[in-house]
């Protein structure tokens, strides 16, 4: 079907469309299993992304065609135990050893990691320069001096793998940077501000998962002598879920037509992301106490919207994170 390459052109094996495309791909995948939804975001946006923007030809026939198809998928070294949201301050080290790259350090909360063939890391390369002198990486999967941590056992998104990735003098060779040297950090928050498009999608997909449970269940579930879809309180309820859902449908759809155009959108898309994923955490709250009890346990779906809503808060980006990117954004449009 393409959903794992929506962006690469049919040259390299995808599928050719634009990011409204994805975005629309990654919201119905996610209404239906968000756990599949980040494996489909991850390597979109965060493996084949950058790669195909950064990358010379050769990386891109290399290290994206054969991630095309889903056969293989890739993953994104940048989070590291001491740094979350300080993607500047990595601890993980790439010096130059004759043709040789050699990395040493561990990457933290990636996503796919077990079912990876290949990674981006980030690592820096001369610590004098802080973030300009981070570089990226690509790294096949297995590979000697690579290896992983134990599977985390998460709240939600349960059926995608995440783990910690550990070097130890890994080698690769001199041609495995992406861009050049030193534009790591570049690369890295170029990279995050279209995969908050993509995240932003997940959580409007696990939302909209949690509005139709609790409607469904509205119709069909009596009290009083009436379904209780009858009741103020519960369409009060609903008509809430619907309006946030909505209005992160349409700021994430922004974004990615500001980006499909080339226009600057790192400010749309904190924002997509922001509402959209607490929009999902809101939604998936408010189903369960339509359902009550029900929405409690394992029978209905509604307990895992709630347990899959609450990452998209987290990664990519925390809504900190977003909250002061769209007010830096915000104040720069202000300056005199």
């Not at 690579?146 to 130890?168: H, P, V, Y």
Request: glycine share 10%.
């Amino acid at each position: 079907m393409g959903v794992m390459a929506i962006e690469v052109p049919e040259e390299l094996g995808g599928a050719g469309m634009d990011y409204l495309a994805y975005s629309l791909a990654m919201e119905e995948i996610s209404r239906g299993c968000a756990s599949t939804g980040v494996v489909v975001s991850v390597n979109n946006s965060l493996y084949i992304g950058p790669i195909l923007k950064f990358g010379s030809e050769e990386q891109k026939r290399q290290w994206i065609t054969p991630f095309t198809t889903g056969e293989k998928v890739g993953c994104f070294g940048l989070s590291e135990p001491g740094n979350g949201s300080d993607a500047g301050a990595a601890s993980t080290t790439a010096r130059q050893e004759g043709d040789e790259w050699v990395l040493n350090g561990t990457k933290a909360w990636i996503t796919n990691s077990w079912d990876a063939s290949a990674t981006i890391v980030f690592a820096t390369t001369d610590k004098k320069l802080k973030h300009k002198g981070i570089s990226a990486f690509l790294i096949p999967m297995p590979h000697p001096g690579l290896s992983l941590g134990k599977k985390e056992d998460k709240l939600g998104i349960r059926a995608s793998s995440t783990a910690n990735i550990i070097l130890e003098n890994c080698r690769i060779p001199l041609d495995n940077i992406l861009g050049s040297s030193g534009a790591g950090f570049k690369i890295a928050m170029q990279t995050l501000d279209s995969g908050r498009i993509g995240v932003a999608s997940q959580a409007l997909g696990i939302g909209q998962a949690a509005l139709d449970c609790a409607a469904h269940y509205a119709h069909q579930r009596s009290a009083f002598g009436a379904p209780i879809s009858k009741l103020q309180a519960i369409q009060f309820k609903l008509a809430d879920m619907a309006v946030a859902l909505e209005s992160a449908r349409l700021l994430i759809w922004k974004a990615a037509l500001l980006r499909d155009a080339k226009k600057p959108f790192t400010k749309e898309a904190a924002m997509a992301k922001l509402s959209a994923s607490e929009a999902a955490t809101f939604c998936s709250h408010q189903a369960i106490q339509v359902l009550g009890g029900m929405g409690y346990v394992t029978d209905m779906p509604a307990e895992r919207h709630y347990r899959d809503a609450r990452i998209t808060e987290i990664y990519e980006g925390t809504s900190e994170i977003q909250r002061l990117v769209i007010a830096g954004q915000l104040l720069k449009e202000y300056q005199l």
